[in-house]
Each structure stands twice: as C-alpha cells, then as structure tokens.
C-alpha cells in the first residue's frame, strides 16, 4: 500500500469517527447511554469475532487481563461523551473531544514526572483559550456538559498513553476484541442495574447502532490499525486533527446545526492548538531557523546603507 492510499484511508477512518456524533445523537432519542454503548460495542465484537475467530481459542491471559483494565476506561470515555452531549451541541462536542490531542503529552508528563515541552505548553494554552471561547464561558459559565466532554478527552489520553505502555505485550487484535466485548457487558450490566435495556424500536436508531458498531468500531479501528502501518505518526497526527470538522459536517447536514460566531472562533483556536501538538520540533527548528536567517538578511542590509551613509 502507498503512503497516499494509507492517508486516504485515514481521512475515511476519520470521517467515520466524525460522523459518531451524530449517531450518537439520533441513538440517544430512544435509548438510553449504557443501553446504546452496550449495542454499539456488542456489534462491533461480533463482527470483529466473526472476521477473526481462529484467534478467540488462543486465550492470552496477560492480553485478557489488560483489555479487562482499558475497557474500564473506554467505558468512561464513551460514557462521558453522550452524557455530555445531553446538553452540549454536536458540533461543540467534536471540538471539546478532540482535545485529547492536547491532553495525551501533558498524562505523559505527569507518568514520567517531567515538564511538558513549549509546544506542549503552548498547545495547551491555546486549547485553553479555545475552549473558554467556545463554551461562552465568558458570559455563561462552563456547563456540566461541557466538563463531561473535557473529561472524557482526558479519559481518552489516559487510555492511549496506558494502551502504548502495554501495546507491546499484547496481541492487538485479540486485545481489541476482547476489549469490544468486555465493554459490551460491562454496559449491559450497567444498563440492566439503571436503565430500562431494549432493542432499538425505529429505523433510524437501528441505522445509528449499527453505523457506530461497524463504521465508527470494527470498521475504524482495524481500517486505521492497517494504514498506519504505511504513513508517517505526523500525517496520521494532522489527519486525526479532521475529526471535530467532519463532525460540524455531519451535524449540518443531518441537523441543521449551525454555530454562533464565538463559538466558530474558539473552535479554530481549538483546532490551531490540535495541528501544534502534532507537528514535530523539527518544524518549528525549521520556522526559527528561518527566521534568524531573515534577521540577519536585515541586519546586513541596514550595515550597507549605514556605511553608505
């Protein structure tokens, strides 16, 4: 495969993920969270079970053990985010999600117990900014939906700075599977223990179950878990950075949904911090370096006219 073809197939991995949100959206109107996590990831493990069988006999205690431990987490994320978006608009949710990106090397920092690097800092400050803007923070105050919504971004760092700890002593696509599933019963007996479980009772809800289960899940995983394979981190990084706008794409087209001028603005501030946190240092050597260079231009240029002067 070309590295063009792998970033294609990225580009659609995150469409897919951008399009999650209103799918979680539409399912939310007759279901309840625990009840539509449950369904989403029980159709995901199937299909993945069904794709991959010969692989379920060869049991990994040390692969079940850490699937066990991230599905606690991935629980979390996903339960965060729909009881977020309760309150917060599509659009608004893709952004505040996508700051994951900016809290993944700030956990990491925390675990090694070392100060995060300028882009670090920088990106995080930026994202701050963003979010104080887009949330209307200024005026209304920073709403339970929107606090849902950070802390499942920083769940979501949590969860891949622990998954890149622990990739290399699993098997990936057991470790995903099982994982799948261990969610979906988790779900189950969350829903069985709060909520009222049911199947969906109407098209659309059955069109939005299944395109999280096997577009935003089985699909997206093992689409980008293959391209990867064959593009560079910082492509993969910066493509990534489309999901919140794949999902303000989706959201209008589905809804109608538009956003106000402050919030447009607090996203690209959001999504400005996104693209620093993935470009590499050697970028910004690249910027200062032409920059030193373009000072010294000047400095030479003004010595001629002074000498002569």
């Not at 622990?162 to 696509?173: D, E, L, S």
């Not at 577009?215 to 993969?236: D, I, K, N, P």
Request: contains cysteine.
């Amino acid at each position: 495969m070309s590295q063009h073809k792998a970033d294609l197939i990225l580009v659609l991995v995150t469409m897919f993920w951008g399009s999650s949100y209103i799918f979680m959206k539409i399912g939310m109107e007759s279901l309840a969270v625990f009840n539509l996590i449950a369904l989403r990831f029980l159709v995901a493990f199937v299909v993945t079970a069904i794709l991959f069988f010969r692989m379920l006999g060869k049991i990994d205690w040390v692969t079940v053990l850490f699937s066990m431990i991230q599905s606690v987490l991935l629980l979390g994320v996903f339960s965060f985010i729909m009881y977020g978006m309760k309150t917060v608009s599509t659009s608004k949710a893709g952004f505040l999600v996508s700051l994951t990106v900016v809290f993944v090397p700030l956990v990491h920092a925390c675990i090694v117990k070392k100060l995060p690097g300028i882009r670090a800092l920088c990106g995080t400050l930026i994202a701050l900014l963003g979010i104080y803007v887009l949330t209307g923070a200024a005026s209304i105050g920073l709403n339970a939906g929107s606090l849902f919504l950070i802390i499942a971004a920083l769940l979501n760092a949590i969860y891949i700075e622990i998954t890149g700890r622990i990739i290399h002593r699993v098997k990936i696509i057991p470790f995903s599977m099982y994982q799948m599933g261990f969610v979906a019963a988790v779900a189950f007996v969350f829903s069985a223990a709060f909520e009222r479980p049911h199947l969906p009772d109407s098209a659309s809800v059955w069109i939005s179950v299944l395109g999280l289960g096997l577009l935003c899940s089985a699909a997206g995983y093992l689409l980008q878990a293959a391209a990867q394979r064959y593009t560079t981190s910082l492509h993969a990084g910066l493509i990534f950075t489309l999901e919140p706008i794949f999902a303000v794409f989706f959201a209008f087209l589905a809804d109608g949904e538009h956003m106000s001028f402050h919030e447009y603005v607090g996203a690209v501030l959001v999504l400005a911090s996104l693209v620093i946190m993935e470009l590499k240092p050697r970028f910004f050597q690249h910027i200062k370096r032409g920059f030193r260079a373009r000072i010294m231009q000047i400095k030479t240029k003004f010595s001629r006219f002074v000498a002569k002067i």
